[in-house]
C-alpha cells in the first residue's frame, strides 16, 4: 500500500485481486492517515475488504429519502437536509467524503448563519445516511463523521413569539395562517401537522390520538377553541386523508418552510421556525401556571428532563412561589433566647 496526499487529504493506493483501488483516508493528519491504512491492509489479507459501490451522495440521498417517506414520520425534515448536503457535496462519491470536507461543510453553514443545533441536525443525518450505506452494502469503511465533533447547542435558549410577534400571522396566506395558528395552539411539530390524518381528530371530544414515531408512544392533545375552530374550516373542505393540504394539488403538502420564511421577511422577524410555534405553546403554557409533567405529555416528550428547558419561562409562578414565603413569613414570631445561668 502506497499513503499520499492530494491537497491536504491523503490517500492510500494498492490492489485487490489484481484490480488497483484508490480511497480516502478522510483526514489530513498522517498519523491518522497510516492507522487507517494499516487497518485496510489487514482486511485485504484476511480477504475481509470489500469495495464501496460507485454512488454519490445526491444519488444515494434519492434512495435514503424513498426509504424514509415509507418509514419515516420527519421525511420531510430529511428532504430539506439533503438539499444543503446536496449543494455542499452532492456531486462526491461516497468514498471520497471525509472528516475534513464535513468540517468544511459545518463552517460554511455557520457562515450561512445556520445555528449550531441546525448543522448539528444535518451532519446527523449525514452519520446516519452513511450507516444505512453501509447496511446496504453500498459503502465499506469507517464512518466519516464518526471522527466530527458535533458543535455546543445552548438549549436553554428557546425562541418563543410574544403576543406582539404574533402579528406574523396577518403576514401568512390564509391556509398558512390556519397552520400557524393550529401549531401555536398544540405544540404539534410540521410533520405531525402535515402527516395528521381525519382518522386521528375526535372532534366529538376535541381530542387529537397519534401515534408519535420519535418516541414510539401515543400521544393525545386536548384541542382548545381555536384549533377547534381551525380543524372545523378544514372539515368543510376536506378532500382527502389528510387534514391539511395543498388546495392547489388536493394532496399533502411538500414543504412550507419557503411559505413561513416569507411571512416572517413580511413581519420583519427573524430567528422564526416551524419549531418556534412548539416552544411558544410550551412557554405559554409554564407561564399560566402548567406543571412541567403536563407540559411533558403535551409535548410527547419522553423524558420530563426534555421538558426542563421551559422550566425558566415561568417567572409568575416563581414570584408567586416567594411571595407565599413573604407572606408567611409575617405571622412568624422571632422568640428571645434565655442565657443560661451558671450551675444550671
Not at 218 to 236: F, R, S
Not at 280 to 289: D, E, I, Y
Not at 308 to 326: D, P
Request: overall charge positive.
Amino acid at each position: 500500500m502506497k499513503l499520499y496526499q492530494r491537497g491536504r487529504v491523503w490517500y492510500l493506493t494498492f490492489y485487490v485481486r489484481g484490480k488497483r483501488v484508490q480511497e480516502s483516508t478522510g483526514t489530513s493528519d498522517r498519523r491518522k492517515a497510516e492507522k487507517f491504512c494499516a487497518l485496510r491492509l489487514s482486511e485485504v489479507e484476511r480477504g475481509e475488504y470489500a469495495q464501496s459501490a460507485k454512488i454519490t451522495l445526491a444519488q444515494f440521498g434519492q434512495q435514503y429519502l424513498d426509504y424514509a417517506r415509507a418509514n419515516k414520520r420527519s421525511w420531510l425534515r430529511d428532504e430539506q437536509i439533503m438539499t444543503h448536503l446536496n449543494t455542499a457535496m452532492g456531486a462526491a462519491q461516497l468514498g471520497d467524503i471525509g472528516a475534513l470536507q464535513i468540517e468544511r461543510y459545518k463552517l460554511d453553514r455557520l457562515k450561512q448563519s445556520a445555528s449550531p443545533a441546525t448543522v448539528n441536525r444535518e451532519v446527523a443525518l449525514l452519520k446516519h445516511l452513511f450507516n444505512m450505506a453501509e447496511v446496504w452494502q453500498l459503502f465499506c469503511g469507517r464512518n466519516p463523521v464518526r471522527g466530527v465533533k458535533f458543535l455546543e447547542e445552548d438549549n436553554l435558549q428557546v425562541r418563543s413569539l410574544s403576543e406582539a410577534e404574533e402579528q406574523l400571522l396577518q403576514c401568512c396566506s390564509p391556509y398558512l395562517q390556519d397552520m400557524v395558528t393550529f401549531a401555536i395552539n398544540t405544540g404539534l411539530r410540521l410533520g405531525e401537522i402535515l402527516n395528521l390524518r381525519w382518522e386521528e381528530v375526535d372532534l366529538e371530544h376535541a381530542v387529537i390520538k397519534m401515534l408519535v414515531r420519535k418516541s414510539r408512544r401515543m400521544l393525545e392533545v386536548p384541542l382548545n377553541d381555536e384549533a377547534v375552530a381551525v380543524i372545523n374550516g378544514w372539515c368543510g373542505l376536506r378532500k382527502c386523508e389528510y387534514v391539511f393540504y395543498n388546495p392547489e394539488t388536493g394532496g399533502q403538502w411538500k414543504d412550507l418552510w419557503l411559505g413561513l420564511k416569507k411571512a416572517c421577511r413580511k413581519a420583519g422577524l427573524k430567528d422564526v421556525t416551524w419549531h418556534t410555534f412548539r416552544h411558544t405553546f410550551a412557554s405559554r403554557l409554564t407561564r399560566n401556571g402548567a406543571d412541567l409533567v403536563t407540559v411533558k405529555e403535551l409535548l410527547g416528550h419522553s423524558s420530563v428532563s426534555v421538558t426542563m428547558r421551559y422550566a425558566h419561562t415561568n417567572c409568575e409562578a416563581k414570584r408567586r412561589a416567594v411571595g407565599l414565603i413573604a407572606r408567611n413569613g409575617a405571622k412568624m414570631v422571632t422568640l428571645p433566647v434565655l442565657k443560661q445561668k451558671a450551675g444550671w
